[in-house]
């Protein structure tokens, strides 16, 4: 099977729209469907914030171990929100656990690391985003203008760019970044991975999910433990496999659900045999 037979089986998905590439360390490998078109990226946008708050980090803006909100969760810092691993509650800015000892998947989270980022600037986080990531790597359909955890927007043209400084980093993080947001922080932390229950582990890095040995998942079977992406709740998702070299994105308009449960594995199985 090619990469254009395993890409054409987004033709028989049950969405109204959908587009992908497939992306290797040198660049996009194929594609299919409408790449330029801009889907709402629900929280895929959660990469795209992490990215830019690690700019940040290495701007000495921000330090990954600055406090993520003293009062609220003491002892918590941002490398803890950005790893879902602060304590914060899902939806509410209040304390769920004590950091460093439950994964809890948590928007405000990421909204809090955002106003760090704010802090630290002196920049709305929309507009830095837009200088740190989306200027460098060339995105000109990629805009947050409200929640830096779910209100992306952004075309498969762009994300595959993004995929692909992921995979062969060279025009905006130094690699030691992110290799370093690519491992498991705060190892062995149990929680839910939204739409696929209760993981034990359920490993993150900083504003991305890591396989490891979860099962099941949103990747393909055969995808190696140290892939990471992450999926958004409205129908799109971006992998990398850094061990198989390869990148693929995915976006739709049509909320996730079971269809996205048994299809995306499937389209990774066959874009992995491909290749």
Same mark, same amino acid.
């Given at each position: 099977?090619?990469?254009?037979?395993?890409?054409?089986?987004?033709?028989?998905?049950?969405?109204?729209?959908?587009?992908?590439?497939?992306?290797?360390?040198?660049?996009? =490998?194929?594609?299919?469907?409408?790449?330029?078109?801009?889907?709402?990226?629900?929280? $895929?946008?959660?990469?795209?914030?992490?990215?830019?708050?690690?700019?940040?980090?290495?701007?000495?803006? $921000?330090?990954?171990?600055?406090?993520?909100?003293?009062?609220? &969760?003491?002892?918590?810092?941002? %490398?803890?929100?950005?790893?879902?691993?602060?304590?914060?509650?899902?939806?509410? =800015?209040?304390?769920?656990?004590?950091?460093?000892?439950? /994964?809890?998947?948590?928007? &405000?989270?990421?909204?809090?690391?955002? %106003?760090?980022?704010?802090?630290?600037?002196?920049?709305?986080?929309?507009?830095?985003?837009?200088?740190?990531?989306?200027?460098?790597?060339?995105?000109?359909?990629?805009?947050?203008?409200?929640?830096?955890?779910?209100?992306? %927007?952004?075309?498969?043209?762009?994300?595959? /760019?993004?995929?692909?400084?992921?995979?062969?980093?060279?025009?905006?993080?130094?690699?030691?970044?992110?290799?370093?947001?690519?491992?498991?922080?705060?190892?062995?932390?149990?929680?839910?991975?939204?739409?696929?229950?209760?993981?034990?582990?359920?490993?993150?890095?900083?504003?991305?999910?890591?396989?490891?040995?979860?099962?099941?998942?949103?990747?393909?079977?055969?995808?190696?433990?140290?892939?990471?992406?992450?999926?958004?709740?409205?129908?799109?998702?971006?992998?990398?496999?850094?061990?198989?070299?390869?990148?693929?994105?995915?976006?739709?308009? /049509?909320?996730?659900?079971?269809?996205?449960?048994?299809?995306?594995?499937?389209?990774?199985?066959?874009?992995?045999?491909? &290749?």
């Amino acid at each position: 099977m090619s990469l254009a037979t395993a890409l054409a089986a987004l033709d028989s998905w049950p969405v109204p729209t959908a587009a992908a590439a497939v992306i290797g360390p040198g660049g996009v =490998l194929a594609t299919h469907g409408p790449t330029e078109h801009v889907f709402g990226l629900a929280s $895929v946008t959660k990469p795209l914030a992490a990215l830019a708050i690690l700019v940040a980090v290495e701007e000495e803006a $921000v330090s990954l171990d600055d406090p993520a909100d003293e009062e609220l &969760v003491p002892g918590a810092t941002l %490398r803890h929100l950005l790893a879902h691993a602060s304590g914060l509650a899902p939806e509410r =800015l209040m304390r769920a656990a004590e950091p460093g000892t439950r /994964r809890i998947y948590s928007n &405000v989270g990421i909204e809090q690391a955002a %106003r760090l980022v704010e802090v630290g600037t002196d920049m709305a986080f929309s507009d830095y985003l837009r200088e740190a990531l989306a200027v460098p790597l060339g995105l000109t359909r990629t805009t947050v203008a409200g929640s830096p955890a779910r209100d992306g %927007r952004s075309s498969v043209g762009d994300l595959a /760019r993004v995929a692909q400084e992921l995979l062969a980093p060279a025009a905006l993080l130094d690699p030691s970044t992110v290799a370093g947001a690519t491992s498991v922080q705060f190892p062995g932390l149990r929680g839910v991975l939204p739409g696929f229950g209760p993981k034990d582990p359920n490993d993150w890095g900083l504003g991305l999910e890591i396989r490891g040995g979860k099962a099941p998942h949103w990747t393909g079977t055969t995808n190696s433990p140290r892939t990471f992406g992450h999926f958004g709740q409205s129908g799109t998702m971006l992998w990398v496999d850094p061990v198989a070299e390869l990148a693929l994105v995915a976006l739709t308009d /049509r909320d996730f659900g079971p269809w996205a449960a048994e299809l995306w594995p499937a389209l990774a199985d066959a874009v992995l045999a491909a &290749v």
